[in-house]
């Protein structure tokens, strides 16, 4: 009787054996799996905080480090320098637009006739004497006539052009009389401040060739 009850409880001492080793085995892995886990964290925590520290050194490094100056640019070679230009003569400038010149010497001839200051303006009356200093308005006269700019060959002054008149053909013809450009003509006619008088026509209707220059600042231009 004894007998059989000792193999029977053999087993069982047998199974509680394998049943403690099982659970140490795991207890063991499991343990080594948490320290694995734990040393891992720790690493990556101690790779992140070196990176933030190396960061941190290089910015204020960066901060500290004195600023690279930008390299100086190299004067461009400059063309050399050109010749002035001889100076163009400019025109002195035309009477104001709707005015006539005027000065000490304006004689009663000028203050007595009609001021045409554009080529709309029409005399009074025919035989009216008339005054302007508008380049338009004497051109359109003077081409109503076929007269043409000139000026009195020997009156020449600083190389322009002396006395002004008009070559008109069949009135005053002269010898001394040397047609000049319109450009010519109007550079001494503003130049000397002159005005022309003129007519239009005659008291019978008939168109007149009558013309002068006046200065304002003397009485015969």
């Known amino acids: 009787m004894s007998t059989g009850g000792a193999r029977k409880s053999a087993p ?9 080793s099982t659970a140490a085995r795991k207890t063991t ?3 080594r799996s948490t ?21 941190a050194a290089a910015k204020t490094a960066a901060k500290k480090a004195p600023a690279k100056k930008a390299p100086a640019k190299k004067a461009s070679a400059r063309p050399a320098a050109k010749r002035a230009a001889p100076a163009k003569r400019t025109a002195p400038p035309s009477a104001a637009a709707g005015g006539i010149r005027t000065g000490r010497g304006t004689g009663r001839s000028v203050r007595s006739s009609q001021v045409i200051s554009s080529t709309m303006d029409r005399p009074e009356r025919p035989g009216r004497s008339l ?20 000026t009195i060959a020997g009156t020449e002054r600083d190389g ?18 040397r047609e000049i450009t319109w ?20 008291r019978d209707g008939r168109p007149s060739n009558f013309f002068r220059t006046e200065s304002p600042d003397r009485e015969d231009g």
């Open 131 to 150: 005054i302007t200093a508008n380049h338009e308005v004497i051109q359109q006269w003077a081409r109503a006539r076929g007269a043409k700019p000139a």
């Open 183 to 202: 450009d010519e003509w109007f550079y001494t006619f503003d130049l000397r401040r002159l005005n022309l008088i003129y007519q239009e026509q005659l």
């Open 35 to 55: 320290a694995a886990r734990t040393t891992a964290t720790a690493r990556t925590t101690s790779a992140r905080k070196a990176a933030s520290a190396r960061k």
């Open 12 to 20: 069982a001492k047998k199974t509680t054996a394998a049943s403690k």
């Open 160 to 177: 322009r052009a002396g006395v002004l008149t008009f070559n008109i053909p069949g009135y005053r013809e002269s010898s001394r009389i």
């Open 29 to 31: 892995a499991a343990s």
